[in-house]
């Protein structure tokens, strides 16, 4: 189970930081992600961090202003969300790949993911 958290209003140009909190079993194949879907959009990949190493990827357009960390004594991965645009306004969810045991390029897509967190809305105004 994800859940996800952290979501709300901010203007252009602040921060928000986005936390998943997955229970239940773990493992070092576990690869954990952000999406988010945009009104009247295809949801979209954001970024994904393998669970016990460190390896991350992102999509081009949250590269140098989002960072996904993970606290695994707390089972939590984080989202850092700097500099924020309208464009980003969606609803975000967290993901579980607990299969492909890497990050990269195929975890954009959301048929590599089992499990999902709930969503949570953020709101960027310009």
């Known amino acids: 189970q994800l859940q996800a958290s952290g979501g709300g209003l901010v203007q252009a140009g602040g921060s928000l930081r986005l936390s998943c909190v997955a229970s239940?079993?773990?493992?070092?194949?576990?690869?954990m992600a952000w999406f988010r879907r945009a009104p009247g959009k295809e949801r979209e990949f954001v970024a994904g961090?393998?669970?016990?190493?460190?390896?991350?990827y992102y999509t081009d357009s949250v590269k140098g202003r989002f960072t996904i960390s993970r606290d695994n004594a707390q089972n939590t991965v984080y989202l850092q969300m700097n500099r924020l645009k309208p464009e980003d306004t969606a609803v975000y969810y967290c993901a579980a790949d607990r299969a492909s045991g890497r990050v990269g390029p195929w975890s954009r897509s959301a048929l590599k993911h089992q499990y999902w967190g709930q969503g949570t809305q953020v709101t960027v105004s310009s």
């Open positions: 961090t393998s669970w016990i190493g460190d390896s991350t």
């Open positions: 239940g079993r773990s493992s070092s194949r576990d690869v």
